[in-house]
C-alpha cells in the first residue's frame, strides 16, 4: 500500500518553513549589518549587495557563520547544557528521591522493632496483633472478640504500629 501526503499541508508547511527562515535572515541581516565575511568587501567595509537575491544570500552567509561560530566553541559550547542536566538531576535527588530514602529507612527500623503482643496495621488496611515473629514474616491475629484467624503477613506489608479505634465518632447536636 503507498501511502500519500496531503499535498496542501506540505506545501503549507514548506511556505511556513520559508517564512521563517526568510524573517531569520532578514533579522540576522541586519543585526550583523557591520560584520563583513571574507571576500565580501565592498565600498566602505560593507557588504557588496547589489541585488535582493545577493542580499538574502549574504544573510545566508551571516546566518551561517552565526551557526559554525556558536557551535565551535568546545568545551565551552556544551557546558552550560551539561550544567542545566546536572542541576536537574540535583533538583530531582533533592527533592524527591532523598525523601522517599528517609520515609523507606524509617519504615524498615519500625519493621524491625516490632515484636509479639504489637498491634499492627499492614498495606491492606487491616489491623491485627502480632503473636509471632520470624525471619521475613509475622504471624499476625486477626478478628475481634473469639473470631479471630492467624495470618502469616510479610515484614515489608506492615506499615506501622496502631491500634485500630472502634468507637463511633460523636454524633453532632445543632
Not at 571576500?39 to 552565526?66: K, L, R, S, W
Not at 522517599?100 to 519500625?110: M, S
Not at 488496611?125 to 472478640?145: A, L, P, Q, R, Y
Request: aromatic residues 8%; charged residues 20%; contains cysteine.
Amino acid at each position: 500500500m503507498v501511502q500519500t501526503y496531503n499535498k496542501f499541508e506540505r506545501t503549507d508547511e514548506k511556505n511556513m518553513i520559508q517564512s521563517i527562515v526568510n524573517g531569520i535572515q532578514q533579522l540576522t541581516f541586519f543585526a550583523w549589518e557591520g560584520f563583513v565575511p571574507d571576500g565580501e568587501i565592498g565600498t566602505g567595509g560593507q557588504p557588496a549587495v547589489n541585488q535582493a537575491g545577493d542580499a538574502a544570500a549574504t544573510a545566508g552567509n551571516y546566518v551561517t557563520q552565526a551557526a559554525e561560530g556558536a557551535t565551535g566553541g568546545g568545551l565551552m559550547g556544551g557546558l552550560p547544557l551539561i550544567l542545566v542536566y546536572v542541576a536537574l538531576f540535583g533538583g530531582i535527588w533533592f527533592f524527591l528521591l532523598r525523601p522517599h530514602k528517609r520515609r523507606e529507612k524509617k519504615l524498615k527500623e519500625l519493621q524491625s522493632t516490632i515484636k509479639t503482643g504489637d498491634n499492627v496495621v499492614t498495606n491492606g488496611g487491616m489491623f491485627g496483633k502480632v503473636t509471632d515473629v520470624g525471619t521475613d514474616c509475622f504471624v499476625v491475629e486477626m478478628g475481634i472478640s473469639g473470631r479471630t484467624v492467624k495470618v502469616p503477613i510479610l515484614k515489608t506489608d506492615v506499615l506501622g504500629v496502631r491500634e485500630p479505634v472502634l468507637t463511633p465518632p460523636p454524633k453532632d447536636t445543632v
